[in-house]
């Protein structure tokens, strides 16, 4: 008698930890699911911007002494941001970074290609030149969204995959913590406005 209740309790903890580890298993998943869902989110909008630089591009070519190597710089700092590619499912903090980095080259090049405009008041007044700058500073905010919204999607799957018993399940299907975008560095300082 003694032995079919030790085998009833041990049958019923069994149970409970696979019950358990399926739950977890499958929170994990849902949770991975959406992260790569948010990851998609802020690919999107980074393409869109990329695709709006090279609208902006070809426009400012128009402009036939404008300056050849602010021109390339964006080029190639466009060319280089869409060549990372990260899977999001095996995402890293230092690809991660290099991604950052990329697009952070490729937002200062941006940054010196319209202060350069400021020197062409013919191609500043252009309409198409005005629409796309317009666009490209929604652009900038629906980046800043989604990232928002990528990292709030990886805080939550990294609680789920710390906490306890969470982290035990974790570990043993494989679940690692995502990494989230950080600001960068110097954000913390304000910046120095001289009139």
């Not at 998609?40 to 090279?54: C, K, P």
């Not at 980095?101 to 007044?125: D, H, M």
């Not at 900038?140 to 939550?156: C, D, G, L, M, P």
């Amino acid at each position: 008698m003694k032995s079919f209740g030790t085998l009833g309790i041990v049958i019923a903890i069994l149970a409970v930890l696979l019950i358990a580890g399926c739950g977890s298993y499958n929170g994990f998943v849902d949770g991975e699911e959406n992260v790569e869902l948010k990851w998609a989110d802020v690919q999107t909008e980074y393409q869109r911007r990329s695709d709006l630089i090279g609208n902006l591009v070809n426009t400012v070519k128009g402009a036939a002494d404008f300056e050849r190597s602010t021109l390339e710089s964006v080029t190639n700092a466009r060319a280089k941001a869409t060549s990372i590619n990260i899977d999001p499912s095996n995402m890293t903090a230092a690809q991660l970074q290099e991604f950052e980095a990329a697009q952070s080259e490729l937002s200062t090049g941006l940054s010196r290609l319209l202060v350069s405009v400021e020197n062409y008041p013919q191609l500043r007044a252009t309409e198409g030149f005005r629409d796309l700058q317009v666009q490209l500073e929604g652009t900038e905010n629906r980046i800043s969204t989604a990232r928002k919204r990528f990292n709030e999607e990886a805080t939550k799957f990294n609680k789920s995959v710390r906490r306890f018993p969470g982290t035990v399940f974790a570990s043993v299907f494989g679940f690692d913590e995502k990494p989230q975008f950080e600001a960068q560095a110097g954000a913390a300082n304000a910046p120095e406005v001289k009139f």
